[in-house]
């Protein structure tokens, strides 16, 4: 009888821990879950598979239009300013632009939104000479976790550009662990814009169109050496 007693005893306490660890995982975060179950991917595997999905968007998008909206502000002298342009990209020629009406602030027009823009050209004819500046060419790749963001499972790599060069971002980039693609990003120019721009900090979304991931939305912070701090948004 004592057996038979102390048995259920045990047995009792046994049902008691499991269902605390039943309640304690329903209580975790999904992100913590998704990460717990998780097994450690080889990081030559990741950064191969985003090489070949950044080459796979460059074959296979051969052209686009699109509006672009530019809104800026200073902290120094309160001035604001908003552009709208309308970009046209080509797989072989890169970008050019034609500016759809602006008003504001002529300062920040002619110091931080026309400077952007001549960079946003500037990059796209590299990428159409190199197929993408996101290369091992260009980056030193550290897979230093996994994350969720925008509710897509994504792999964190920290980005270290090997020279300095205002093309190249140093800081995260998350990518999507089901096609690879770039989600979203943070960091600075790994070489100043310009005299006047500095090395913003970067925030930048990407939203997927088509089977594709596109920069959607673009939040900077400019310390500028006129204006002071500016912020930027490009939409």
Same mark, same amino acid.
């Given at each position: ?26 209580? &975790? ?13 080889? $990081?030559?595997? *990741? ?10 968007? #460059? ?17 120094? #002298? ?11 990209? @080509? ?17 920040? $027009?002619?110091? *931080? ?32 976790? $996994? ?20 093309? &190249? ?5 998350? *990518? @999507? ?27 930048? @979304? ?7 991931? #596109? ?21």
């Amino acid at each position: 009888m004592r057996r038979r007693d102390d048995s259920r005893g045990s047995s009792v306490a046994l049902t008691g821990r499991l269902s605390l660890i039943l309640v304690a995982a329903a209580l &975790l975060p999904p992100f913590l879950l998704w990460a717990a179950q998780d097994t450690i991917p080889d $990081q030559g595997d *990741v950064i191969q598979s985003i090489m070949r999905a950044t080459a796979a968007r #460059f074959d296979k998008v051969e052209a686009y239009t699109r509006l672009q909206h530019y809104s800026a502000s200073d902290d120094r #002298f309160g001035l604001k300013a908003e552009m709208l342009v309308r970009i046209h990209y @080509d797989h072989a020629a890169g970008k050019t632009f034609e500016i759809v009406s602006r008003r504001g602030s002529p300062l920040i $027009q002619s110091r *931080v939104f026309n400077p952007l823009l001549r960079e946003e050209v500037e990059t796209s004819k590299l990428l159409a000479q190199e197929g993408s500046l996101l290369t091992t060419h260009n980056y030193s790749f550290t897979l230093i976790g $996994q994350a969720v963001i925008a509710g897509r499972p994504c792999y964190l790599l920290e980005l270290s550009p090997p020279r300095k060069d205002k093309h &190249l971002i140093r800081g995260r980039a998350w *990518v @999507d662990k089901e096609d690879f693609g770039v989600v979203h990003i943070e960091g600075s120019p790994a070489e100043s814009l310009s005299f006047w721009i500095g090395k913003p900090v970067i925030i930048q @979304d990407f939203e997927k169109l088509s089977g594709f991931w #596109f920069a959607a939305r673009r939040h900077s912070v400019i310390n500028g050496l006129l204006t002071g701090r500016s912020v930027l948004t490009v939409e």
